[in-house]
């Protein structure tokens, strides 16, 4: 298994040296008091700066503090599900994967109501051939475009009930396990779940079988291709973490889909 993951690692590499080779990066930057989190309460926040002479010259440094569920992140399966792995278990090999960009934006229309079904899983498949092995897929509801402002990103800024922003139905999500080819999901909204759910069942089925989730993926203005990309997904190191800050990376040297 080692050998693979060092393997996949030397392809990236040599994709990084290609000339032809487009880097995208699927991460949303992360500003003082601005960056999206799950709730009102919970924020990045920079303070102790410090700018000025030091020692030998310039000298600056700061610190900042956010939740583990904040802006472009990670979900361990530990987060919702007890015995699921936490962020440090997560298998390296796991990290470099093969991308599947499932583009339905014009159908969401900024319906916050919209749920992605199996249909529209069996679409992809219809149209692009069976999921890859050891993939990650990034579902792009139009959404990350709002990021950034609450009212606009979950349809209200206080009461749980009225949330409103895209998911995934229960049945994708089993489906999506059932394939055994999925290593992750990732969607450019706030959750993987709908707002207006109560029961987080996407989040709960997907940690169950160990798939992690990557949430607020800055998709917006990218023109990733169906397939025949990889991802390098780099989320911070934080022992028995629920989840972390992400950096997600995309390769690609393919045509661009409109």
């Known amino acids: 298994m080692y050998l693979l993951y060092a393997w996949n690692f030397i392809l990236a590499i040599l994709m990084v040296r290609d000339a032809n080779c487009i880097v995208i990066d699927l991460c949303h930057g992360y500003q003082n008091q601005s960056t999206t989190c799950w709730t009102t309460t919970q924020r990045f926040e920079i303070f102790g700066v410090k700018r000025g002479a030091g020692p030998n010259g310039w000298y600056s440094t700061q610190s900042f503090s956010m939740s583990e569920h904040c802006g472009t992140h990670l979900d361990a399966p530990y987060h919702f599900y007890e015995d699921g792995w936490k962020l440090e278990d997560i298998p390296l090999e796991r990290m470099i994967v093969e991308g599947v960009h499932l583009n339905v934006s014009h ?3 900024g319906n916050g109501d919209f749920l992605l079904t199996v249909d529209h899983l069996k679409k992809w498949e219809h149209d692009n051939g069976p999921l890859p092995h050891r993939s990650v ?5 139009g959404w990350a475009h709002k990021f950034g402002n609450r009212q606009l990103y979950y349809n209200n800024v206080t009461e749980r009930s009225l949330l409103s ?9 089993q489906w999506i ?9 990732g969607v450019d909204g706030p959750s993987v779940d709908p707002g207006k759910s109560t029961s987080f069942d996407v989040h709960r089925i ?14 917006n203005g990218t023109a990733l ?3 025949g990309f990889k991802l390098i997904i780099q989320p911070i190191k934080i ?4 989840g972390g800050p992400c950096r997600i ?5 393919n045509a661009f889909e409109k």
């Open 225 to 227: 291709p169906s397939k």
């Open 249 to 253: 990376l995309a390769f690609t040297n």
């Open 177 to 185: 396990v059932n394939s055994k080819k999925v290593f992750g999901l």
């Open 137 to 141: 897929i990034l579902v792009n509801f």
């Open 107 to 109: 159908e969401v229309n």
């Open 206 to 219: 997907l940690s169950k079988a160990n798939l992690y989730n990557l949430e607020n993926v800055a998709l």
């Open 165 to 173: 922003f895209p998911g995934l139905s229960k049945d994708a999500a």
């Open 239 to 242: 022992v028995g973490g629920t």
